[in-house]
């Protein structure tokens, strides 16, 4: 059976560690400098309060700055250069919705140019971010046991695999786990393959009895069903050449079972155990994103892997 692996990318050098330093930099000051400019800009608009007017056109100068250094940073790191320059000339779009509000006499429409620019400033900085992640975990060689990573940057790796297999996907789809993250995957473009041996067909898609049944294989896998069972997935998944293995639990113990865990990564396989492919771009949402911040406080997502 053919093992295609992730995405094939160019070739990059491993950002080096003045230049994450410098991103790490440019990302706080775009937070914090949009946090000022919000807190500022609440005060001298609607209060008349002109004094501070300074203040808040500062902050709003550092957000643009930062997003330009974190595109100048993206370009070097691999990232789309179409996303680049979107995100370069939205600064300049940022701009120009600062000189109106500044310039001209401030009215509704002209505030909400303003504020919806700024807020998409940061928006395209935040997406410059995730991007950079994507392209580092792409080039990141095969897991090494002993090698642990932050959560985000092990969903990052996991989530750069585009032929993902997710177990225990139900006939009876309602808000099982495991159809939700499955329709999503196949919603975002992933080649997503359903495994359950009791059923032929769900979600409308052809079922699978087993990941070796897989046509040219599975890249990754999201383990959902219940915990007894995944040792045997892991065993498959070790036998198969798959290195990319993620448990899925939100509340309860879900689908992780810390003896199979152990027994993978002894082996060599990234596993995940703990948490939702969902709760991480580029297949989160809102909901899940606050899912992943409270489930992180009480250790059901794990902060390293």
Known sequence: MRH??????????????????????????????????????????????????????????????????????????????????????????????????HQLRPGSWITVVHVGTALGAVAWGQHLLTRMRHEAAVRTPEPAVGRQLAIKDAAAEFLANKRIAVTGVSRKPAQHGSNIVYRRLRERGYDVFAINPNAAEVEGDRCFQDLKSIPDGADAVVIGTRPERAMATMRECADLGIKHVWMHRSVGTGSVSEEAAAWGRQRGLRVIAGGCPLMFAPTSDPGHKIMRSLFTLTGKVPRRV
């Open 4 to 101: 295609t692996g992730a995405v094939p990318q160019p070739q990059l050098s491993i950002p080096t560690r003045s230049k994450q330093t410098l991103t790490k930099i440019a990302r706080w000051t775009l937070y914090g400098s949009a946090a000022l400019a919000v807190v500022f800009g609440s005060i001298v608009w609607p209060g008349g309060v002109r004094e501070l007017g300074g203040i808040h056109g500062l902050a709003g100068w550092l957000v643009i700055a930062s997003l330009w250094t974190l595109a100048a940073i993206a370009a070097r790191s691999g990232v789309a250069p179409s996303t680049v320059w979107l995100a370069a000339g939205w600064g300049l779009v940022a701009v120009l919705g600062a000189v109106a509000q």
